[in-house]
């Protein structure tokens, strides 16, 4: 099958994948064999998740943090070293407002982190901080049918999260929230935490590095515990390690031979799927409730991630009437993607306004 010789044309670079485990997959999917689907949440509600201290600030006099990739695509070279990792996307989000109207929303996010291991355990402090800078670009309608009813509505202002709440960031406005470098987002899962990974040191093995990420797994008869929920809402284990994997791919430093294992390694897990556009390529698994598909975009070219989408695959009764009622669109919809447009290490510090410190617990302001 070609799309199993697609990621090691694309990516020569990194060790091919493991013969036994590649014909395993290939009997699979040969059988058509169906998998337990990952319920998740889309890139939105992990970012509006962020339980931090917050300024927000007028959007002029604060510099857009941007810097060239190299000049040449094609070259695979990339700076190991930097003060922080940096992270620069742009959001664009799909919303149901309480008015039965949807809303095309546009956010940019800049994300710094300080070098170090990732443990959720560390203490906050001045030598272990993630800056996360996010614009609010725009929100309009989606359709001209949302903006006849948003305007029947009363054309209603937006705010973030669509209650316009005192403190709710608005179009034209920049939020920096100030959090613990050990932060990261597990996918919507409070699971174990990833204690003491250091992402740098990731094999570019695929095999070898599935085992690396599967040894944060809990042991046992009981995995659930590590969850505290119902055995019935837990992850399966390939949803989990899919889950984790994109949540590294898309939030912390790795190498260029890691990110293509974890590019093999992904088309490997069940119900995985590969499709080959111009110019990129997808692959793209269903999350556990099956009503959202999870797309990883990357260029085959350089092998840099491109995006990541949340698709729309079926109606869902169970949040009819909701935010996350998508049940009038149809199939294929993409509610919402995280396009990447720099990921690297930088020497260049975030641009906070006057006042904002990186100190424990300190308020910061304009």
């Not at 600030?57 to 695979?76: E, M, N, Y």
């Not at 209650?163 to 960031?169: E, F, H, M, W």
């Not at 019935?232 to 889950?243: E, F, N, Q, R, V």
């Amino acid at each position: 099958m070609n799309e199993f010789k697609l990621i090691d044309t694309a990516m020569p670079d990194a060790p091919p994948s493991d013969p036994e485990q590649t014909a395993a997959v290939r009997a699979r999917v040969l059988r058509g064999s169906r998998t337990r689907r990952r319920s998740g949440k889309p890139a939105a509600a992990a970012l509006a998740a962020l339980a931090t201290v917050t300024v927000i600030v007028a959007i002029v006099g604060i510099p857009r943090l941007t810097g060239p990739f190299p000049a040449s695509p094609a070259d695979r070279r990339e700076s190991s070293s930097g003060r922080y990792w940096r992270v620069i996307m742009e959001e664009n989000r799909l919303w149901r407002t309480s008015g039965n109207y949807f809303l095309r929303q546009r956010l940019s996010h800049v994300q710094w982190r300080r070098t170090g291991l990732v443990d959720e355990t560390a203490a906050w402090g001045p030598e272990a901080n993630l800056v996360d800078e996010k614009r609010f670009l725009s929100s309009e309608p989606a359709t001209a049918a949302d903006r006849r009813a948003w305007k029947r509505a009363g054309s209603p202002e937006s705010c973030e999260y669509l209650k316009c709440r005192a403190a709710d960031l608005r179009v034209g406005q920049t939020k920096f929230d100030l959090l613990p470098g050990s932060w990261f987002w597990q996918n919507g899962f409070s699971g174990p935490p990833l204690t003491n990974l250091d992402p740098m040191k990731l094999p570019g093995d695929p095999s070898t590095l599935r085992s690396a990420i599967l040894r944060f797994w809990p042991e046992g008869d009981h995995p659930e515990k590590a969850w505290d929920v119902p055995a019935k809402d837990m992850p399966t284990k390939d949803d989990w390690l899919w889950g984790t994997s994109t949540d590294i791919l898309t939030q912390l430093p790795i190498s260029s031979a890691t990110r293509t294992a974890f590019y093999r390694m992904l088309t490997e897990l069940p119900g995985a799927r590969v499709i080959r556009r111009s110019g990129t390529v997808t692959i793209a698994r269903a999350l556990q409730d099956g009503y959202l598909e999870q797309h990883v975009v990357f260029d085959p070219a350089t092998g840099k991630l491109s995006a990541l989408e949340y698709v729309l695959l079926k109606r869902d009764p169970a949040r009819r009437g909701g935010a996350g009622d998508f049940s009038s669109l149809p199939k294929g919809t993409v509610i919402d993607q995280l396009t990447f447009t720099q990921m690297g290490w930088t020497d260049e510090d975030p641009g906070l306004p006057q006042g904002c410190t990186l100190r424990e617990q300190q308020t910061c302001g304009p």
